[in-house]
């Protein structure tokens, strides 16, 4: 099972940084054919992003912000950092719980505003982040549907550049104990100071 968040953080240079809506969402996966297991399952858009960035009533000409992705698997509770985190297990559990890495990412959007765009990409370890949209970058304006446009505007004026479609791929072959995994992804959106 893998579980989607949000989270934003207080603003300095913009009036308003925020997801559209802001709900959390989740994805089961079931492996039960060995076509499943070698080829993997895909789920396209398995979640949006809509991203709203307003400038202050003042205009701020340093008003920018960036997005981040991270995993999360509960190593609190004794998951090793490099795991799914296990919440059943079927049968005696000889073998390996469900690594991180079976877990592919993909972001997209019209503009391919992401330089990650288009291209699975993998976690190794919980601590892992993917840059969306890298912190402290040059300021790109919306409107200009390029790569790391970080200016204030919204999914509804910019929709190509301010809406962004997560695919998940899961790949487990058959070296994973069966059972009930978990991970969450995180995205963190933040102003740039």
């Excluded at 009036?15 to 297991?37: H, I, Q, R, W």
């Excluded at 993909?106 to 840059?131: K, V």
């Excluded at 791929?169 to 995180?186: D, T």
Aim: aromatic content about 8%; some cysteine; glycine content about 8%.
């Amino acid at each position: 099972m893998l579980s989607f968040s949000l989270v934003t953080q207080a603003q300095l240079h913009c009036g308003l940084v925020s997801f559209e809506p802001n709900t959390s969402e989740s994805a089961m996966l079931t492996f039960d054919t060995p076509a499943k297991y070698q080829g993997g399952i895909t789920i396209n858009g398995a979640t949006r992003l809509k991203i709203r960035v307003n400038n202050k009533n003042i205009v701020d000409p340093l008003c920018s912000w960036n997005l981040t992705m991270l995993i999360d698997n509960n190593p609190g509770a004794g998951t090793p950092i490099s795991e799914w985190e296990k919440l059943i297990l079927y049968g005696n559990g000889l073998g390996q719980n469900p690594l991180i890495q079976s877990l592919e990412i993909r972001i997209r959007n019209a503009c391919s505003t992401s330089p990650n765009d288009g291209i699975y990409q993998t976690f190794t370890l919980n601590t892992d982040i993917i840059d969306i949209i890298a912190p402290l970058l040059p300021i790109t304006p919306a409107g200009s549907c390029t790569n790391n446009v970080n200016g204030p505007g919204d999914y509804i004026g910019n929709y190509d550049e301010f809406h962004f479609d997560i695919d998940i791929r899961v790949i487990p072959k058959f070296a994973f104990n069966p059972g009930v995994f978990q991970l969450n992804l995180r995205f963190h959106l933040e102003e740039n100071p």
